[in-house]
């Protein structure tokens, strides 16, 4: 699996208003921005993402992704 096949599995899942993926084939890490992590805390905003991933993280095709999740809210408020 590549980085673009991660990020298209991960948008197919979730409504993403950004999101980066980058890692060397098992080793993963995204920066991923929804409206829909609204509220929630960071365990269930990162359910959210793995539930994106199904199968391919129960079967080690995807072995550790590591997140950072954002509101759209908080992703602008963050200094650039």
């Known amino acids: ?4 096949q991660l990020r298209s599995i991960i948008a197919a899942g979730l409504a993403c208003t950004h999101l ?3 890692g ?3 080793h993963w890490s ?3 921005v929804s409206e829909s992590f609204t ?3 960071l365990i269930a905003r990162h359910q959210k993402v793995y539930a ?3 199968q391919k993280i129960q079967t080690d095709e995807v072995h ?3 997140m950072k999740t954002y509101t759209p ?3 602008a408020a963050l200094p650039r």
């Open 30 to 32: 995204a920066v991923v």
């Open 39 to 41: 509220g929630l805390r």
């Open 20 to 22: 980066e993926v980058d």
């Open 52 to 54: 994106t991933l199904g």
């Open 1 to 4: 699996m590549n980085a673009e």
């Open 64 to 66: 550790a992704l590591s």
């Open 73 to 75: 809210a908080e992703w």
């Open 24 to 26: 060397d084939g098992r």
